[in-house]
Nanobody, 125 residues
Framework: VQLQASGGGLVQPGGSLRLSCAAS????????VGWFRQTPSKSREFVAA????????HYADSVKGRFTISRDKSKNTVYLEMNSLKPEDAAVYYC???????????????????WGQGTLVTVSS
């Protein structure tokens, strides 16, 4: 599985960005996709995820109401729409894929099997 994350960049506080995670080499059409982020001073933290069937979405409390995760199955691509960005949202954002992960494990980075290379989001005026 190869994951290509893109869409990061520099944005002012209050601005918006849309991240994309394009997956290839998948052996199944049923897989969960998660977004995590990491800064030099913090361990990788959960941001959002969409379940294997796409039937549910999950968010960290810190981004709920501002970020939206969505999937385009025809393109094997998952998006993370980020609005009302804050300086504390600045990080390297990673997408992850897993075929078997259960809902109770979505927020745990160690439980995800495949990772993309990350895309940098900078929020600064």
């Amino acid at each position: 599985v190869q994951l290509q994350a893109s869409g990061g960049g520099l944005v002012q506080p209050g601005g918006s960005l849309r991240l994309s995670c394009a997956a290839s080499g998948l052996s199944s059409s049923t897989y969960a996709v998660g977004w995590f982020r990491q800064t030099p001073s913090k361990s990788r933290e959960f941001v959002a995820a969409i379940s294997r069937t796409g039937g549910s979405t999950h968010y960290a409390d810190s981004v709920k109401g501002r970020f939206t995760i969505s999937r385009d199955k025809s393109k094997n691509t998952v998006y993370l729409e980020m609005n009302s960005l804050k300086p504390e949202d600045a990080a390297v954002y990673y997408c992850a894929v897993d075929y078997r992960i259960i809902l109770s494990s979505l927020r745990v980075s160690d439980h995800w099997d495949y990772w993309g290379q990350g895309t940098l989001v900078t929020v600064s005026s």
